[in-house]
C-alpha cells in the first residue's frame, strides 16, 4: 500500500477484539476519514440514500458529496445518531448503498472502514489494506463483559450471535468466510496488545511496505 496516495484500509474484526476502537484510534493517527456502521447508516437516515437516490444526487448539479462531507463529522462526534429521513432497506438493497457510500468516501479521500463488509467492497481497489482483528474467546468474552456490564455467558451469547450473523451476512454475498486469512494482508490477535498497540503495529506495517 502506497502512503503517500489515496488509500483504504479496512479492519475486519471479532466482537469483543475492539476492532472498531483499533480503526477509530487508527484513523486518527493517519489524520483519515473514519467509517462504521454508525457512519453508513446515519448517511443512509440523513439521505434517504439508497442506490436509485444516490444516483439522482450525484446526477444534480450541485456537488452532493459536499452535503455528505458536512453532515460526516455530525456523524463521528455524536454518540446518539440525529436521523432525518425515514428510509428501510432490505439486506440486498442495504449492501448495494453500503459499496457505493464506501467507495464514494475512498474515492474522495483515503480513509479507515471497521466492519461493513470492507475486505470484499475494496478486494480490487487499487491502494488499499486489509486487516483482520481477532482474539481468544477468554479476551473478548471479558472485553464484552466489561463493557455491557453482563455475565459471563451473557457475554457468550452475545459473541455467539453476533459471529453468526456477520458470517451469515458475509456468504449471502460471496463465496467466502471473513475467517479465510487470504482475504488480508495483515492479521493481529488483540491478546497481549492494547488497541493503541494494534494501531502502532499496522502503521508499522504500511510504512514497511509503503513504496
Known amino acids: ?89 432490505d439486506n440486498a438493497t442495504m449492501f448495494e448503498t453500503e459499496k457505493r457510500i464506501l467507495q464514494e468516501l475512498a474515492t474522495q479521500s483515503s480513509c479507515v472502514v471497521a466492519g461493513r463488509t ?36 451473557q457475554a457468550r451469547d452475545i459473541i455467539a450471535k453476533m459471529d453468526a450473523t456477520r458470517e451469515a451476512y458475509i456468504k449471502k454475498y460471496e463465496d467466502t468466510t471473513r475467517y479465510d486469512t487470504r482475504n488480508y494482508q495483515l492479521v493481529i490477535s488483540m491478546d497481549d496488545l492494547t488497541e493503541n498497540d494494534a494501531a502502532e503495529i499496522i502503521i508499522d506495517y504500511v510504512n514497511r511496505t509503503s513504496k
Request: include cysteine; proline fraction near 2%; charged fraction near 30%.
Open 1 to 89: 500500500m502506497k502512503r503517500n496516495e489515496k488509500f483504504v484500509i479496512t479492519i475486519n474484526r471479532e466482537v469483543g477484539s475492539g476492532g472498531r476502537t483499533v480503526g477509530r484510534i487508527l484513523a486518527e493517527k493517519l489524520g483519515v476519514k473514519y467509517c462504521d456502521k454508525a457512519v453508513i447508516e446515519g448517511l443512509t437516515h440523513k439521505f434517504g440514500l439508497s442506490p436509485e437516490r444516490i444516483e439522482e444526487i450525484k446526477a444534480q448539479k450541485k456537488s452532493w458529496w459536499n452535503d455528505i462531507n458536512n453532515y460526516y463529522q455530525t456523524l463521528v462526534n455524536s454518540t446518539s445518531l440525529p436521523m432525518d429521513a425515514e428510509v428501510r432497506l
Open 118 to 153: 470492507g475486505f470484499i467492497v475494496f478486494r480490487e481497489w487499487p491502494n488499499h489494506l486489509n486487516v483482520f482483528i481477532q482474539a481468544s474467546m477468554e479476551h473478548r468474552i471479558k472485553r464484552i463483559m466489561n463493557r455491557k456490564n453482563v455475565t459471563m455467558e
